[in-house]
């Protein structure tokens, strides 16, 4: 999350930009979690 | 680049490019909503999906309650019967209750925390279109050879496996598509919440329906995981030849209850804390205070979450489990209770001296906060491991998660529609006509459910199209109460299709006036773009609905 000291040097196309960065890495790693836990619950029955 | 009334999408591409690519708002016809990446269009596509299930799902309630409203077999085949309970309780499950609040998350969850819009909205729209194509799937098992699954929404095997019919497959990439859905929404909840608020906001200014949410969406990357997991073994086990949970062949067919419930526990609250979220939304409202205990709720809502995962084997008391297993089962259910009280004290407490007022949200808000609880009351008798001995797959257990499921997950969805649907469509509905159906439904669905406690404690099995002359008359008050609780949604349809089509004008950003938080300081209806730029922090603290005065 940007801070409100940060957010104002920020124009709004930089800001939605470090936005949409942070949003792709969260999107990323809850994807592998959701990935991880399927493949362990298979695994774990083998 | 201006960035007034544009789509988030629209943005998106056009930071990888150089040149202006942006619209002034929908697309016309139906390609709008077949191609819109916009989260308030993805939410009403989310939330009339919902209730075309809720519909579907509600007509074969119907059936089931006709062959029940007297002994012997009347109108179907008990095969028939079966698949009718079913596809009840998969539709509700999967297509009504999880669908209608990721549809209240889609249209809220951005106006609440400031944000433009939903982080990920392409994924977004992928996320609702699978849907229709997944129910559809469900739905057409019950036209093919051999009739659809009529194993139970549990699914248990060998039942799923070894005896089912060949729908079941259908059935296994149905599940598979409404969890990947659910997975993707979660995703893109997650990320909009942890990346897109406004700059400024802390999690703890945050309200407490997108707190709940985003406890919910981790729940659902936890849980649904595990679900697919269990179809795809039932899917080898059924034409790879595996013995996942073939004793036969090695397997265990215990384990498959393990796993379904290592599910099936968590998918409880996925589908009751986001309902927690709208009541701690709508109460402080018309009680006119400040939520009571914001920190608290936040805190037993979390609390909920992580005992949700290790409390699944009070499901399976009657499998055999060792004494030391029941014990721990037991207590960790009934440790539940507390968080789930502190909720109950907190909104109590928030009415308590309130300047209280009862338009319809608040009806349907007061009523899920008591007859909810009647549904904890009873699912604290059902975690006692020697009396669940006695309640286990009795209507009694009918009972308790109707209670919770429609007098508190359904009823809180009803709500948050009377809450906000002024602020989406611009227009207000009928009252008088709201509060009738209010009082309609709240009378009806306490005839439906509350004698099935009756039936279950004098030991009425359910899944069963037949049943003994001493349980003739509880039924036939049951049927008759379901019969018109069924019948008040016609009523609820009219009210939300006059409302959208000859509703009176509201032109109030704070369609309700003791309302606090963002999405009430946006023009009403709710434009298509919102939050070009971000709310400063006094906004956010002004329009807190815990602190501060209403």
Not at chain 1, 13 to 42: D, H, N, P, S, Y
Not at chain 2, 211 to 231: E, H, K, N, Q, R
Not at chain 2, 471 to 476: I, L, S, T, V
Not at chain 2, 516 to 528: D, F, S
Request: glycine content about 8%; proline content about 6%.
């Amino acid at each position: 999350m940007i801070s409100k000291e940060e957010a104002r040097f920020l124009s709004e196309e930089e800001l939605l930009k470090r936005q949409r960065k942070g949003a792709t890495l969260t999107a990323t790693i809850v994807a592998m979690i959701a990935f991880g836990i399927f493949f362990f619950t298979l695994y774990s029955n083998m | 680049m201006s960035t007034t009334t544009t789509d988030l999408q629209d943005e998106i591409d056009a930071l990888g490019k150089s040149h202006d690519n942006h619209h002034h708002g929908p697309e016309k016809g139906v390609m709008r909503w077949i191609k819109t990446t916009n989260h308030k269009d993805i939410g009403t596509l989310y939330l009339w999906f919902a209730f075309i299930m809720l519909l579907t799902g509600g007509a074969m309630a119907m059936v089931i309650r006709a062959e029940l409203f007297q002994p012997g077999l009347q109108l179907v085949e008990p095969q028939f019967f079966n698949q009718m309970t079913t596809l009840h309780g998969l539709i509700m499950v999967f297509g009504a209750i999880m669908p209608a609040f990721v549809g209240l998350a889609n249209w809220q969850i951005p106006l609440m925390i400031g944000a433009k819009d939903m982080a990920l909205p392409r994924m977004n729209n992928w996320s609702f279109w699978i849907l229709p194509f997944a129910g559809a799937m469900l739905l057409s098992t019950l036209f093919m050879k051999g009739g659809g699954p009529a194993f139970g929404w549990t699914f248990y095997a060998p039942l799923s496996t070894t005896f089912a019919p060949d729908s079941t497959d259908f059935f296994i990439f149905a599940i598979h598509m409404l969890g990947f859905s659910s997975i993707m929404g979660a995703i893109n909840v997650i990320a909009t919440i942890l990346n897109m608020r406004a700059p400024g906001m802390k999690l703890m200014d945050m309200p407490l329906f997108v707190w709940t949410w985003l406890i919910t969406a981790f729940l659902l990357i936890a849980a649904m995981p595990v679900l697919a997991g269990a179809v795809t073994m039932m899917l080898t086990d059924r034409n790879f030849g595996t013995s996942f949970f073939d004793a036969a062949g090695g397997g265990d067919p215990v384990m498959f209850q393990h796993i379904f419930w290592f599910f099936g526990h968590p998918e409880v609250y996925i589908m009751i804390l986001p309902a927690f979220g709208v009541v701690s939304q709508i109460i402080p409202t018309f009680a006119r205070k400040p939520l009571f205990g914001y920190s608290s709720m936040v805190y037993a809502t979390a609390s909920i979450a992580l005992l949700s995962f290790v409390v699944w084997a009070h499901h399976m008391f009657l499998t055999g489990m060792p004494v030391a297993g029941q014990m721990y089962f037991m207590y960790a259910t009934i440790m539940i209770s507390v968080p789930t009280g502190v909720k109950v004290f907190n909104w109590v407490t928030t009415m308590w001296r309130g300047s209280l007022s009862f338009e319809t949200p608040m009806l349907w808000a007061v009523a899920f906060v008591i007859l909810f609880t009647i549904g904890g009351f009873s699912g604290l008798m059902l975690g006692i491991a020697p009396a669940d001995i006695q309640y286990h797959d009795t209507y009694f257990v009918v009972a308790h998660f109707h209670y919770v499921l429609v007098t508190g997950a359904l009823f809180s969805i009803i709500a948050a529609v009377f809450y906000w649907l002024p602020k989406w469509c611009g227009r207000m509905y009928n009252q008088k006509l709201a509060k009738i159906h209010f009082w309609w439904a709240v009378i009806s669905v306490n005839i439906l459910f509350f004698p099935q406690h009756f039936l279950g404690l004098a030991g009425m099995p359910r899944r069963i199209p037949d049943y003994s002359l001493q349980f003739a008359d509880f039924n036939m008050i049951s049927s008759i109460g379901g019969f018109v609780f069924g019948a008040s949604f016609l009523l609820l349809t009219y009210i939300i299709v006059d409302c959208i089509r000859n509703g009176e004008r509201v032109k109030e950003p704070r369609v309700w006036p003791s309302a606090k938080g963002l999405e009430w300081t946006i023009p009403t209806p709710a434009p298509y773009h919102t939050f070009d730029k971000p709310p400063g922090k006094e906004l956010i603290l002004a329009e807190s609905s815990h602190t501060g005065a209403h």
